[in-house]
Every structure is written in structure tokens, then in C-alpha cells.
């Protein structure tokens, strides 16, 4: 997720997309809240790790 939405981030910015790097943002938050709550021991979705 954190690299999907780096790459959307990327094309967003490259092409003026807003709605891609809007998108893009947002699962690259997404993606570093759930590694670290993953790295940090707590089960996600009943789930032990996150990947």
C-alpha cells in the first residue's frame, strides 16, 4: 500500500493530477499507520501481522 501510493503520489505530481496525488497521500498514510501498529505488535483485522 505505502508503494502504490507513492507511485500515484509520483504520477500525480508528474502529470497535475490532483485527484492522484490526493489518492496518492492518502494511501501512503494508511500504509505507514498500518506498518507501524504491525511493527509494533498489535494484531490489525485479526491479524498478527500486516503485509
Known amino acids: 500500500m505505502i508503494i ?19 489518492i496518492g497521500v492518502v494511501l501512503l498514510l494508511i500504509g505507514a499507520v498500518l506498518w507501524l501498529l504491525g511493527t509494533a505488535g498489535r494484531p490489525i483485522g485479526g491479524r498478527a501481522h500486516y503485509w
Do not use: Q
Open 4 to 22: 502504490l501510493g507513492l507511485v500515484l503520489l509520483i504520477l500525480g505530481l508528474v502529470f497535475g493530477i490532483g485527484i492522484l496525488t490526493t
